[in-house]
């Protein structure tokens, strides 16, 4: 099956930190570049960060210095590295293979404040 699945999401207190991972099954990881997505209710979805097949990242403003991206393309999983959570990160946080129709089904993050 064909599918992008996201792991690590939960409730976590403001300044605290979590990590998410996304594991790719059917599909073709190492050639496409990937990106961690967000999207809070009543907001538009907003790209958080990216990561090239080579490893070059690019990453939001409001996330730069606070959360990493990285990926293994052996194991096809792509991870995202929260630090000092603020409450304005609350989100899903999607998982997608850019440049094509694939995301994950998404994981919650709450920061409570």
């Known amino acids: 099956q064909v599918q992008l699945v996201e792991s690590g999401g939960g409730l976590v207190q403001a300044g605290g930190s979590l990590r998410l991972s996304c594991t790719g099954s059917?599909?073709?990881?190492?050639?496409?570049?990937m990106g961690w997505y967000r999207q809070a209710p009543g907001k538009e979805r907003e790209l958080v960060a990216s990561i090239t097949r080579n490893g070059g990242t690019n990453y939001a403003d409001s996330v730069k210095g606070r959360f990493a991206i990285s990926r293994d393309n052996a194991e096809k999983t792509l991870y995202l590295q929260m630090n000092g959570l603020k409450p304005e990160d609350t989100a899903v946080y999607y998982c997608h293979r850019i440049a094509t129709s694939l995301w994950g089904q998404g994981t919650q993050v709450t920061v409570s404040s």
């Open positions: 059917g599909i073709i990881f190492g050639i496409f570049n």
